[in-house]
């Protein structure tokens, strides 16, 4: 068996509890006073057990043999400039030796008991036989150079970023800087920091050297995300009288809110004064925004708005051949208009503004004379407009 692997031993039990059961030595073992404890040892061990039912007593012995293959590497070092040799001892009958850069031993970086490390980290070694396997590691660090680099590491596509390294070793400055990047890197007033503009995600290495000649490698990732897509916000009236409604509208098929504080993309509004509303499409790393203006304007609700002819002529010229009234904003909300002739008798009546009166009453076209009118009318706003005057029928 393996070091510290467990295994039973013993004999089968015996069902007369006039037996007893001792093992010597007891190290290792869970349980001395059963016939078939289990055993957890890291070297090999030899047992006794003594067998008694109270007049006479047996002595079995019983070996646990237990592989002694170990790996034993050097002891956690540094170095400045110079590549260090790493080693490491072995006892046993080993198959293979595997050295890697992490635990998992996803890479192989030597197969012998030397490795020669020329970068700070950790390392791990493994050795194997057909039985049995152990692992150790060393960590390799620089002497007298330690740095950290430093910046954005997040950023929206089209953004830039800025990355610094800073320099943790006071008494032995660092002099030098080797960048490696994919993209183009624009420094200040030394190359110990930089702004660049990648348009997706990437990683950027520096390699420092201080005044003693000790280097250090050390890298950062940048993630670059992609911005949220959008058509414009518009509205469906960007002009409106005060008390009327619109809409806003955005389409995206990301999050938004508006600055009315609505998350919908299609969002009704009743503004009280012309002013821009804004809206932020976001994901879930970046966002955009657009605004659009809606323009108030003021309800007059007189004649001044609202065309009120008083005069027509039905003669079918097709000039002047019927009578209306004329809202040319679109103002009103309620209407009512009723026509007298001089004997108080009512010949139209209307609660459309669209409508219009032909000069028929009773199926027969009236003669030139003039009436009386009577005219309500609401606006936007609630605002009121009441008229009366007279029209001329003229043929």
Known sequence: MCKNESVQIGVLPINDPSISYFWIPSSGLNNVTIPNPISTVSVSTQYQLIVSDGNCADTLFQIVNVDNLSINASEDTSFCKDPILLSANTIGTVNSII??????????????????????????????????????????TNDNIAINLSGITEICKGDSIFIKVDDLSSLDPIVFYNWESEYELFFGSDSSSFIS?????????????????????????????EYPISDSAWATNSSVFFGESTILNITTSDNVEWSTNDTSKIVEINPENSSWYSVIVYNEFCQISDSVFIEVKDVFCDKNRIII????????????DYYRIIDENGIITSFKLEIFNRLGE????????????????????????????YLEIECIGEKNLFEKGNISLIR
């Not at 990648?198 to 993630?223: F, M, Q, R």
């Not at 669209?354 to 003039?370: P, S």
Request: charged share 15%.
């Open 99 to 140: 050295w890697s850069t992490n635990p998992n031993f996803s890479d192989t970086i030597s197969s012998t008991n030397l490795y020669l490390s020329n970068n700070i980290g950790t390392y791990y070694i493994l050795v194997e036989n057909d039985n049995c396997s152990d692992i150790d590691s060393v960590k390799v």
């Open 197 to 225: 503009y990648p348009d997706s995600s990437s990683w950027y290495k520096v390699t420092a050297t201080n005044t003693l000649g000790c280097y250090i490698s050390d890298s950062i990732t940048v993630d670059v995300y």
């Open 309 to 320: 002819p008083n005069a027509f002529s039905p003669n079918e010229d097709n000039k002047n």
């Open 346 to 373: 009512k010949v139209y009546s209307s609660e459309n503004v669209n409508d219009k009166w032909d000069g028929y009453f009773k199926g027969v076209l009236l003669t030139t004379q003039i009436f009386s009118y």
